[in-house]
């Protein structure tokens, strides 16, 4: 197990250190344990599928235990996580992140013994459930189901998340082969690839293209039996297929962008809402499609093609965030969430769906008209990378270079900073940063501007101590600086 404690009071720190070891010898069990004294350090430090539990204390200065959770949950979605509170009566704040049930300090040997008996037992079942592989980035479990495919260049062996996460070991494909195939939903296509056919979006004559947009070649004497697999596999999940035939003339392309104006996709089942949002599209020449609900937006998405879908998350039947990824699949353009719904928790869940960005109703109309236009002309763009010396941010991948290594970033930090390099040189107001990231909140007096600066700061300098990419102007605000 791994576990990872971020706490301030140094004598619990020490006493939760104590019955870790405990533990392990009383279980006679592998236990890996790292200590953080701040919410900064650990979030600095943090790169997601590091531990198996986290335990916060969920009142720290600064950067608070609760605060750190929900920066954790957008790098890792797996992981447990338990704050440590004085307050029997502590209620969690924010139970969006999945957490364990809290702990009362000073913790209780009893409790905390009977918790980790519960993890154990978890990360028993998850293996059935995935893969556990020691990666390149440390050891990470990867569901079966949120696996798009796997491919095997020299002796490596990639593992491709749906959500974009990539592991790569050192090993060969035939260590793995069998535990994935013995699964229905996957195939090998080729000597060097499996493909999980939930993933799968079109195959033709060039191979298959995944939901995600990704190529997987298939070799010429596995196409028949993959199309027949899939069909197979598509009717047992319930799916409308067509026939094989007609699938091998390419049926399940996607509908292909014309050119003239933006064709935009508007769902929201206000009429006031649609109306208001409609007239600002169509003032900056879009074309725009209204959808009242799920059922309407994916008909309409799987029959003609559009370069953005703007997408509410309170709408009839299943929410914004439960129909994203079917929308994702039929159309291959950018998914905005635009909800009066101003929680970060739910920005976050909006992200971790699959939507590439969350503009709150509370946007003006040009800040709301600059989101949606970048976007839109980003997913045409032949731009896929942003190049500053050694840093390198990748707008296809939403992640960011340093070297060649990743730079952990949150969904926050790569858009700030993504946001800073666009207009280098400029100096940002941090009401201004504060605006761009948290608009519908209330101004704090400059508080969490200079901790997120400070943190992404430090995650740059710690990386490329060479230069110093964001600079503080003093009675100003920041900049980004580009390498000369």
Request: net charge negative; with cysteine.
């Amino acid at each position: 197990m791994r576990i990872g404690i971020c706490g301030d009071d140094e004598r619990e720190m020490d006493r939760l250190s104590g019955l870790m070891g405990e533990y392990r010898l009383s279980r006679g069990i592998s236990l890996e344990l790292k200590l953080f004294r701040s919410g900064m350090d650990f979030l600095c430090d943090m790169k997601g599928g590091e531990f198996d539990l986290v335990l916060l204390q969920a009142a720290m200065p600064g950067i608070s235990g609760i605060q750190a959770a929900k920066e954790l949950r957008e790098t890792d979605r797996q992981v447990r996580i338990a704050f440590l509170s004085e307050l029997p009566e502590f209620e969690r704040e924010d139970s969006h992140v999945g957490t364990f049930p809290h702990l009362t300090k000073p913790v209780d040997g009893g409790e905390l013994f009977l918790l980790l008996d519960r993890l154990r037992e978890e990360l028993a079942a998850q293996e059935k459930q995935g893969l556990v592989l020691k990666s390149r980035k440390g050891v990470v479990h990867v569901s079966f189901a949120g696996l798009e495919y796997v491919e095997v260049i020299n002796k490596t062996v990639s593992f491709h998340s749906a959500d974009g996460g990539i592991y790569e070991v050192t090993a060969a494909l035939a260590d793995f082969e069998e535990k994935l195939l013995e699964r229905p939903e996957f195939f090998k296509t080729h000597r060097s690839y499996v493909v999980n056919l939930a993933w799968v979006q079109v195959i033709d004559g060039n191979g298959v293209m995944t939901k995600n947009g990704h190529s997987i070649p298939v070799s010429r004497q596995r196409r028949n039996q993959l199309q027949d697999t899939y069909v197979r596999f598509m009717r047992q999940a319930g799916a409308v297929v067509l026939d094989p035939e007609v699938k091998r003339a390419g049926a399940f392309l996607k509908p292909e962008r014309r050119q003239g104006p933006w064709r935009v996709l508007l769902v929201d089942d206000e009429p006031a809402e649609r109306t208001f949002w409609a007239d600002i599209l169509r003032r900056h020449g879009c074309e725009v499609r209204l959808a009242g609900n799920g059922g309407d937006a994916l008909k309409m998405a799987g029959e003609e093609p559009f370069d953005c879908v703007l997408l509410d998350v309170m709408i009839p039947g299943e929410d914004g965030f439960a129909i994203c990824e079917q929308i994702r699949g039929a159309v291959g353009a950018p998914i905005i969430f635009l909800s009066c719904v101003t929680e970060a928790d739910k920005q976050v869940e909006g992200f971790a769906a699959g939507g590439i960005d969350y503009i709150t109703k509370d946007t003006p109309e040009e800040l709301f008209w600059a989101k949606v236009e970048t976007r839109m002309k980003l997913s045409v763009s032949d731009r896929t990378c942003m190049r500053y010396g050694p840093l390198v941010l990748d707008l296809t991948e939403h992640k960011a270079l340093i070297d060649g290594e990743e730079l952990f970033l949150t969904s926050v930090e790569f858009d700030l900073l993504l946001r800073l390099a666009e207009r280098a040189d400029h100096v940002f107001a941090p009401e201004e940063i504060f605006g761009m990231v948290w608009g519908s909140q209330l101004w704090d007096g400059g508080q969490t501007v200079q901790a997120q600066m400070s943190r992404l700061r430090r995650k740059l300098e710690k990386a490329w101590p060479k230069h110093h990419f964001i600079e503080t102007v003093w009675g100003q605000g920041y900049r980004f600086v580009p390498v000369d």
